[in-house]
């Protein structure tokens, strides 16, 4: 509990202070770049090789996996139902652009439109996947999206990100989501999954990606698209702008039964990657394939997980867990206090009442009636008052102390500002539209005039409950 004094300073202080007293302590993430836990989602995942747990009537694994990691959840329980080396570090080539996407995808509405400029489609990794991006050409921001999940496009990633405030911002902001949804085996280097010194990810991190992005429903419906129209030139003839198609690379899409889709890589250095979604019988299935020996088993040993992963739920007992991205509590947040029924005191102000002598309960008055006064000053500068409602009145203890009123009150209340004149100017002492002192000379005095008879009052009336408690207590 604080001291006297302690609390006198709190409630003296402005509005703004108060809610410190009730603040609940806010969780402290782990910085960037930390060690990554392979025990993340279970003791089992970080163990090396194939990882399963079958049970009577199990169907076999598939036999002729080259994947150096893979996995097979469910995305809704969250079950990891088979793995090998989910948290194998490995390069993760355009399958990173799932956590750019979730990342960056919620900020923009996708029927804003965006003009490219010069510098935003430079700085592009030779021998990229372009969707063709044209410098000084308006694109709608759900164009773009279909250029990076369809085409790949990392001028598309680039344009979004520099939209999103520049690619390092985009970086540093892609690391912190990897962070909150535990994802500890990546380290981001390049938005678009570029090969770059460093930049890592695993099967169970882009998983973790592809889990939480399918929860957007634009992210579904964007990766689950097989073709479309993307804005191309202008004719010089016409004047018109023309428009080309544009297919999804993703090779199981429209062929696989049930397929949603989700992301494909490959680059020189990450070979080939795959994460893919597929629904049935009303489950929806996650399955992550990293570097496996042929561009082309990458698609074959996807689905033949998939098809493994339908006939096995129900039938292997789960060895690991997908984890539910971490959130930090937050003090804003926070469920304010039931304001007390008249007459009855806060449970803080209760216990204070024990520990607080004449001096306190001055310095508690006389602190209210200044943190109000501060709070209408701190209003009135903000904006003008439409209205001129009365000062509020506080409720009355039985015995006729005043009841201090609750941390997040102060800023709600609306002082009294003297109407303008008709002609457009303030009267004299209304200085608190645009003016300096916020708050006018006269409403000044009345406040400090209220302030001073509650500090005697309070004052007053505490010596009198005192002296007829002091027989009763120990």
């Known amino acids: 509990m604080p001291t006297s004094s302690k609390l006198a300073r709190l409630i003296a202080a402005p509005a ?20 990554p836990s392979a025990s993340v989602g279970g003791d089992r995942l970080g163990l090396p090789g194939v990882q399963v747990d079958p049970l009577a009537g199990a169907p076999a694994l598939p036999g002729d996996l080259t994947g150096q990691s893979w996995i097979v959840a469910d995305a809704a329980s969250g079950e990891v139902l088979a ?36 510098e935003e489609i430079q700085g592009i990794g030779a021998g990229s996947s372009l969707v063709g991006i044209k410098e000084d050409l308006d694109y709608r921001v759900e164009d773009l999206w279909r250029g990076v999940f369809l085409s790949s496009g990392n001028d598309a990633v680039h344009v979004l990100a520099h939209m999103n405030g520049g690619v390092q911002q985009t970086v540093a902001e892609m690391q912190a989501r990897a962070e909150a949804l535990q994802a ?8 678009d999954g570029y090969d770059s010194d460093g930049q890592v990810s695993s099967a169970y991190d882009l998983t973790l990606f592809a889990r939480a992005g399918l929860r957007n429903p634009d992210f579904r419906s964007y990766c689950a698209t097989r073709d479309a129209m993307f804005p191309g030139a202008v004719d010089r003839n ?41 629904e049935r019988d009303g489950r929806t299935l996650l399955v992550t394939v990293m570097h496996p020996t042929t561009y082309q088993k990458v698609y074959d040993e996807t689905a033949a997980l998939l098809d493994w992963g339908f006939a096995a739920a129900g039938k292997v007992e789960p060895v690991g867990r997908l984890v539910e991205e971490e959130t930090a509590p937050d003090a804003s947040a926070a469920p304010a206090a039931e304001a007390p029924a008249s007459g009855v005191l806060p449970h803080a102000i209760q216990q204070a009442d024990h520990a607080l002598g004449p001096t306190g309960w001055t310095a508690l008055a006389f602190g209210t009636a200044l ?23 506080l409720p009355v203890l039985p015995g006729g102390v005043p009841v201090p009123p609750r941390p997040d009150y102060a800023p709600h209340i609306a002082y009294s500002v003297p109407a303008r004149t008709a002609a457009g100017t ?28 509650l500090a005697r009052t309070t004052r007053a009336r505490f010596a009198a409950t005192t002296a007829t408690r002091r027989g009763r207590r120990p």
């Open 16 to 35: 703004a202070a108060l809610p410190l007293l009730f603040a609940a302590p806010v969780a402290v993430a782990a910085p960037p770049g930390s060690p």
């Open 83 to 118: 793995a090998s080396n989910p948290h194998l570090r490995l390069a993760p080539a355009s399958t990173l652009k799932i956590l750019f996407a979730d990342t960056v995808l919620p900020k923009f509405d996708r029927n804003a439109v965006h003009r490219v400029a010069p």
């Open 184 to 191: 500890r085996d990546t380290r981001v280097v390049s938005p």
């Open 238 to 278: 016409t004047g018109q702008r023309g428009s080309f198609g544009i297919a999804n690379t993703d090779r199981l899409l429209g062929k696989y039964p049930g397929l949603i889709g989700v992301k494909n890589g490959f680059t020189t250095n990450a070979g080939s990657t795959f994460v893919g979604a597929a």
């Open 371 to 393: 943190a109000l006064w501060t709070a209408g000053r701190l209003r009135t500068r903000r904006r003008p008052h439409p209205a001129t409602p009365a000062l509020p009145v």
């Open 426 to 453: 303030a009267p004299r002492g209304a200085t608190a539209v645009g003016g300096a002192t916020a708050v006018g000379g006269s409403t000044r005095r009345r406040l400090t005039r209220q302030a001073r008879s």
